[in-house]
C-alpha cells in the first residue's frame, strides 16, 4: 500500500489521535499502525454532532444535495488510493474495489437527485373548515423532518458501500442528520480514505464539520459508548446477529430508546420448482453456484440454502452446483476471524445427523473453498441450527418430498432479507401458496435470478422480519433508506412566517 496513513480519527474536521494504537491485517502487504477509539473521542463526536444537528436540520435539500454530490466527487479523486488499499487490506480484487466505489458513489449522487425532488417529505396539507359543524378543522400540515445525530457501524464485507460513505451515512447526511461513523477495524485504511473524501466536501462547502465525526477501532466499549449516548437518536448496522442484538438490546434499553436499524444477515432460501428443475435444472444449479461462491461468498444476501423436490432432477440439479464450486479455487476471506468462523460452521453443518457431504474442500488460514451439503426434509427440520447462517461459500441443499412439503420448509424460515423461487410456465400453480408465505417471510421475493447483487434505487428493500434486521418496515438500500432518520410533524395553525421552507 502506498498511500500514507494518517492513522488519526476524525472528530468534526479535526484529527485526533490516541497513545494507543492498533496494527491492521491486511490480506496481502504490511499493516499500518492506527489509533484506538475511546469513549472518550466518542463524547466529543457525539458532542460536535449535537452541536451541528440543528443548523444542519435548516439546510436547504440543495445545500445537502451538493454535499452529497461533492462527497462523491472527492471519493472519486481518491479512486486509485482507495481500490489499492481496500484490496490489499481485504483481499478482494480490485476490479471489485472499483464496482463498489462505482455503487457508493452513485448511491450519493442518486440521494441527492432524490432529495432535490422532495418526494420523499411526504408533504401533506388539510386546510382550515372553520365553517365544519359539529367543530371547525384546523389548518393542518405534515412535513417530515430529521431525527438527530446517527450512529453508522461500518460493515466488515462492503468497505465502502456499506462504511464510512456508505448508504447509512448517505441516508442520515440527506435527511439531515448529523453522523458518528465506527469503523471497521478490517480495513481502517480505506476507511480512512474515505473518511478525508468527506472532510474535505465538507471543507469546500463550509459545513459545520460536526456534521461527520469517524472514530476507528477500539473494543466493545466504544460500539457501547456510541449507541447509549444520549445525543444519538438513531444507529444504522450491518453486522453480526450476535453483534447487532447486542447493540440493539441496550438501545433498547436506554431511558430514551432510540431505534436501531440492524442488518443482521440471512440464508436467503431458493425454492426450486419442479418444472424449472426438469427443464433447466443443471443451469440453474450452475448459477446458484456461481452466486453462492461470488466474493467468497461474504455477501449478506448469499443464498445459502436451496430447496427441490427430490429424484432424478433434483440429482441433475445438485450435480452441476457441485461441478461448478469444485472449479472455484480458495479465496481470500475478509479477515482471519471470518475465515475461522467458516471452517469451524462448515465443520458444524457437515457433522450435523442427517447432512450429506457432497463437497468439503480443506482450506486453510485466511482462504475458503466451497462446501456443499445435503439433508433430508425431515432431518432439516429436526435441527434448528441447519438454519443458521454460515457466512461463506457454504451450500446446503434440502431435498423434499412433493409440493405440500416443500411449503412446510418455506413456513419453517424466520425472516430472510431474500427468498427466491426458480420457476417456469407450468410451475405457477405451485407457486401460489408460497407466495404468501415468501411475502411474509423476506424483504425481497424475486424470481428466476440470483439475489446476489443489490441495485441501488428507490424501489429495492434491503431488510425483512426479523433476525433479518431489526426492523421489518425498513431498507438499508434505495432512497427508502433515508426515511429511516427522519420522523413526521405535524403544524396546526401556524403562520406561514414560522413553517419550514419546505411547507410553505
Request: hydrophobic content about 45%.
Amino acid at each position: 500500500m502506498s498511500y500514507e496513513f494518517h492513522g488519526a480519527h476524525l472528530i468534526a474536521g479535526q484529527r485526533r489521535s490516541t497513545e494507543a494504537t492498533f496494527r491492521s491485517s491486511p490480506a496481502e502487504g504490511p499493516g499500518a499502525d492506527f489509533s484506538v477509539g475511546t469513549p472518550a473521542l466518542v463524547d466529543e463526536a457525539c458532542a460536535a454532532a449535537k452541536a451541528a444537528a440543528q443548523g444542519f436540520a435548516a439546510t436547504t435539500r440543495e445545500q445537502r444535495a451538493a454535499l452529497l454530490e461533492a462527497i462523491a466527487d472527492q471519493i472519486d479523486a481518491r479512486g486509485d488510493a482507495i481500490t489499492a488499499c481496500g484490496s490489499a487490506e481485504t483481499g478482494l480484487p480490485p476490479a471489485r474495489l472499483q464496482g463498489e466505489r462505482a455503487r457508493t458513489t452513485g448511491q450519493l449522487r442518486l440521494f441527492a437527485s432524490h432529495i432535490r425532488a422532495g418526494d420523499y417529505l411526504d408533504r401533506r396539507h388539510d386546510p382550515a373548515l372553520p365553517d365544519r359543524a359539529p367543530l371547525p378543522r384546523p389548518d393542518l400540515r405534515m412535513m417530515q423532518r430529521p431525527v438527530g445525530p446517527v450512529a453508522v457501524f461500518g460493515a466488515s464485507n462492503f468497505p465502502l458501500a456499506f462504511s464510512v460513505a456508505g448508504g447509512d451515512t448517505a441516508a442520515a447526511l440527506a435527511a439531515g442528520c448529523p453522523v458518528v461513523v465506527k469503523g471497521h477495524s478490517a480495513h481502517p485504511g480505506t476507511g480512512e480514505i474515505v473518511g478525508d473524501a468527506v472532510v474535505a466536501a465538507i471543507e469546500a462547502l463550509g459545513m459545520d464539520p460536526g456534521i461527520f465525526s469517524l472514530v476507528q477501532g477500539g473494543r466493545r466499549d466504544v460500539g457501547e459508548a456510541l449507541v447509549t449516548d444520549p445525543r444519538i437518536k438513531a444507529v444504522g448496522f450491518t453486522g453480526s446477529l450476535t453483534g447487532g442484538r447486542a447493540l440493539f438490546n441496550l438501545c433498547a434499553a436506554r431511558p430514551e430508546p432510540i431505534p436501531f436499524f440492524g442488518e443482521l444477515g440471512s440464508v436467503n432460501p431458493m425454492f426450486v420448482l419442479p418444472e424449472a428443475c426438469a427443464a433447466r435444472g443443471a443451469a440453474i444449479g450452475a448459477g446458484w453456484a456461481a452466486s453462492l461462491a461470488m466474493g467468497a461468498g461474504q455477501f449478506c444476501t448469499n443464498p445459502g440454502i436451496a430447496i427441490v423436490i427430490d429424484g432424478p432432477e433434483a440429482d441433475a440439479f445438485v450435480d452441476a452446483a457441485e461441478k461448478a464450486l469444485a472449479a472455484v479455487p480458495a479465496q481470500v476471506m475478509l479477515t482471519d476471524g471470518m475465515a475461522t468462523a467458516f471452517h469451524d460452521g462448515a465443520k458444524r453443518v457437515g457433522s450435523a445427523a442427517g447432512v450429506a457431504t457432497r463437497l468439503a474442500d480443506t482450506a486453510e488460514g485466511r482462504t475458503a473453498r466451497p462446501h456443499l451439503f445435503e439433508v433430508t426434509a425431515a432431518d432439516w427440520l429436526a435441527d434448528h441450527a441447519l438454519a443458521e447462517e454460515v457466512f461463506g461459500p457454504l451450500g446446503l441443499v434440502i431435498r423434499v418430498r412433493d409440493a405440500d412439503q416443500m411449503l412446510e420448509i418455506a413456513r419453517s424460515f424466520v425472516g430472510q432479507l431474500t427468498a427466491t423461487l426458480q420457476l417456469d410456465d407450468g410451475d405457477v400453480e405451485m407457486a401460489r401458496p408460497l407466495m404468501p408465505v415468501l411475502e411474509a417471510m423476506a424483504g425481497r421475493v424475486l424470481a428466476n435470478g440470483f439475489p446476489t447483487g443489490v441495485e441501488v434505487s428507490d424501489t429495492m428493500v434491503h431488510g425483512g422480519p426479523y433476525p433479518a434486521s431489526t426492523n421489518f418496515g425498513a431498507t438499508s438500500v434505495g432512497t427508502l433508506s433515508i426515511r429511516r432518520f427522519l420522523r413526521p410533524v405535524c403544524y396546526q395553525n401556524l403562520p406561514a412566517a414560522l413553517l419550514p421552507a419546505d411547507l410553505v
